[in-house]
């Protein structure tokens, strides 16, 4: 009988497998290093399974070079790739948060190819502003004074807070420190600007009154309002309204600076979102108001801002602009996004977040009827439609579910996570949720050119995990 370490010893060597893999003609004109990273990758799985008695003995030539080559093409493709959003988050941050529109993909094709007039007047000879391209188009989408962008709405609020309370106190409310993405705190990105804070109200109540006792403290330089990224605080609670705070700032001589996060330039409610719009912000009273081009905008990533002419013109001349201003592929995507939303009806069907944003139960369900008789049926697997929950995601309208449908998987020969974790692995990975033992491939954000490839991704999921044969539809090929 053959013990662990017998099976160990037939696992072949680096060397010996190095040799067949530059026989092989998908691997013989890969990069050395990379070629030998995924033989002992592939070598240390096998020895990691076999001890773990997730093998029973070791595989033979041929699927060990099988595995190699996996992992090594694996290896040598790009590491950033698309991805099939299926979980039904609109704007997913981990998967990339707005897809842009065509007309947005089309003018970083023709910038980025070429020179540009990024910062050049064609009609003068001279020297031009970058922020040309965006400014105007936002001072007319916000009703503001003067605009600027920068590269995230992070980098706007320390920008804000830099230029204008650097060495001072900035006055907010307890229960708007909020914590963004990848654990960072509101608090962490002032302080790091060298900014005081002085924090006033409770958690769940922050009334006029506590701003008052606050503004009139010692090295007060603003007051700073937060939009509630990714919660609501519900039951008794309450935050002061941005028109009383504007008229306490107007008194005591100091600006409002207004952080919306989510960045949404037009009413929502028929979409069934409840977001402060910017135009209501700064209609308000508040001096500054920034936010996201990735979110409800539905643009690149950028930092937008939006105000008084003077705090404007205060950032631009800020030695730290020059180090969060956009390149100039945010800038062409950002400018045709903008002129996108110029026809708010019309960009309902070109701006992909907000075509996902306003689609209709109805056709929702169409949708998932459709992606169910794309998919066909699976021997061993289960398929129907069935009435779910979508979100916004990205920050945008926390705890508020948007009604959709999805193609419910499941699997009546081993557990569904199996499955979801395959689907990952694929080319394109598939980014799914399980729900009750199913697998739900949400309607809502699933685009039907993505049904081919969709279809192939799970094809040969499935395929692998329970040892059939693969055969690729001859319509995802």
Same mark, same amino acid.
């Given at each position: 009988?053959?013990t662990?370490?017998?099976?160990?010893?037939?696992i072949?060597?680096?060397?010996?497998?190095?040799?067949?893999?530059?026989?092989d003609?998908?691997?013989?004109?890969? *990069?050395?290093s990379?070629?030998?990273?995924?033989?002992?990758?592939?070598?240390?799985d096998?020895?990691?399974? +076999?001890?773990?008695?997730r093998?029973?003995?070791?595989?033979?030539?041929?699927?060990?070079?099988?595995?190699?080559?996996?992992?090594?093409?694996?290896?040598?493709?790009?590491q950033?790739?698309?991805?099939?959003?299926?979980?039904?988050?609109? +704007?997913?941050?981990?998967?990339?948060?707005?897809?842009?529109?065509?007309?947005? &993909?089309?003018?970083?094709?023709?910038? *980025?190819?070429?020179?540009?007039? !990024?910062?050049?007047?064609?009609v003068?000879?001279?020297?031009?502003?970058?922020?040309?391209?965006?400014?105007?188009?936002?001072?007319? !989408?916000?009703?503001?004074?003067?605009?600027m962008a920068?590269?995230?709405?992070?980098?706007? +609020?320390?920008? +804000?807070?830099?230029?204008?309370a650097?060495?001072?106190?900035?006055?907010?409310?307890?229960?708007?420190?909020?914590?963004i993405?990848?654990?960072?705190? %509101?608090?962490?990105?002032?302080?790091?600007?060298?900014?005081?804070?002085?924090?006033?109200?409770?958690?769940?109540?922050t009334?006029l009154s506590?701003?008052?006792?606050?503004?009139?403290?010692?090295?007060? *330089?603003?007051i700073?309002?937060?939009?509630?990224?990714?919660?609501?605080?519900?039951?008794y609670?309450?935050?002061?309204?941005?028109?009383d705070? *504007?008229?306490?700032?107007?008194?005591?001589?100091?600006?409002?600076?207004?952080?919306?996060?989510?960045?949404?330039?037009?009413d929502?409610?028929?979409?069934?979102?409840?977001?402060?719009?910017?135009?209501?912000?700064?209609?308000?009273?508040?001096?500054?108001v920034?936010?996201?081009?990735d979110?409800l905008?539905?643009?690149?990533q950028?930092?937008?801002?939006?105000?008084?002419?003077p705090?404007?013109?205060k950032?631009?001349a800020?030695?730290?602009?020059?180090?969060?201003?956009?390149?100039?592929?945010?800038?062409?995507a950002?400018?045709a996004?903008?002129? %996108?939303?110029?026809?708010?009806?019309?960009?309902?069907?070109?701006?992909?977040i907000?075509?996902?944003?306003?689609?209709?139960?109805?056709e929702l369900?169409?949708?998932?009827?459709? !992606?169910?008789?794309?998919?066909?049926?699976?021997?061993?697997?289960? !398929?129907?439609?069935?009435?779910?929950?979508?979100?916004?995601?990205?920050?945008?309208?926390?705890?508020?579910?948007?009604?959709?449908?999805?193609?419910?998987?499941?699997?009546?020969?081993?557990?569904?996570?199996?499955?979801?974790?395959?689907?990952?692995?694929?080319?394109?990975?598939?980014?799914?949720?399980?729900?009750?033992?199913?697998? &739900?491939?949400?309607?809502?954000?699933i685009?039907q050119?993505?049904?081919?490839? &969709?279809?192939?991704?799970l094809?040969?999921?499935?395929?692998?995990?329970?040892?059939?044969?693969?055969?690729?539809p001859?319509?995802?090929?």
């Open positions: 009988m053959s662990p370490s017998d099976v160990l010893k037939s072949p060597k680096v060397e010996k497998v190095i040799g067949w893999a530059l026989k003609p998908e691997l013989k004109d890969k *990069a050395h990379r070629l030998l990273k995924s033989v002992r990758l592939a070598l240390s096998l020895r990691t399974e +076999l001890l773990d008695k093998r029973e003995q070791a595989p033979d030539d041929e699927e060990v070079l099988n595995l190699v080559k996996r992992k090594a093409l694996d290896l040598c493709q790009a950033l790739r698309p991805v099939i959003n299926a979980t039904g988050i609109v +704007l997913h941050t981990n998967l990339g948060r707005a897809p842009l529109a065509y007309e947005a &993909l089309e003018r970083v094709r023709m910038t *980025a190819q070429a020179y540009s007039n !990024l910062e050049y007047d064609v003068t000879g001279c020297r031009s502003d970058r922020q040309r391209p965006v400014k105007d188009l936002l001072i007319d !989408l916000t009703g503001a004074e003067a605009a920068v590269n995230n709405n992070a980098a706007a +609020l320390f920008l +804000l807070m830099v230029a204008l650097k060495g001072r106190r900035a006055v907010v409310s307890r229960g708007e420190l909020v914590e993405g990848g654990s960072f705190r %509101l608090s962490d990105i002032i302080e790091a600007a060298g900014v005081s804070l002085i924090e006033v109200g409770s958690t769940n109540q009334r506590d701003y008052q006792k606050a503004a009139s403290a010692e090295g007060v *330089a603003l700073l309002k937060v939009h509630a990224s990714n919660f609501r605080l519900t039951g609670s309450g935050q002061t309204e941005i028109g705070l *504007a008229e306490l700032c107007r008194y005591h001589g100091l600006p409002l600076v207004v952080d919306l996060g989510s960045g949404s330039l037009v929502l409610a028929p979409m069934g979102l409840k977001e402060t719009p910017i135009k209501w912000a700064l209609s308000q009273g508040a001096d500054a920034c936010f996201s081009g979110k905008l539905g643009g690149p950028a930092g937008l801002i939006a105000g008084s002419r705090i404007v013109e950032l631009n800020h030695p730290l602009a020059r180090t969060v201003r956009p390149d100039k592929m945010t800038l062409a950002l400018e996004t903008l002129l %996108l939303i110029q026809d708010p009806e019309g960009a309902k069907a070109k701006i992909p907000w075509r996902m944003l306003n689609m209709t139960p109805e369900k169409a949708m998932a009827i459709k !992606l169910k008789k794309a998919l066909g049926p699976f021997a061993g697997l289960r !398929l129907s439609v069935v009435q779910t929950e979508s979100q916004a995601g990205g920050g945008a309208a926390p705890e508020q579910a948007l009604p959709s449908y999805a193609v419910a998987i499941e699997s009546l020969v081993n557990n569904v996570s199996l499955l979801e974790e395959r689907l990952r692995r694929q080319d394109p990975p598939v980014v799914a949720r399980i729900q009750r033992d199913q697998l &739900l491939l949400d309607a809502r954000t685009a050119e993505e049904f081919a490839p &969709l279809k192939r991704s094809t040969q999921a499935w395929g692998d995990l329970v040892g059939l044969p693969v055969t690729v001859k319509e995802s090929r």
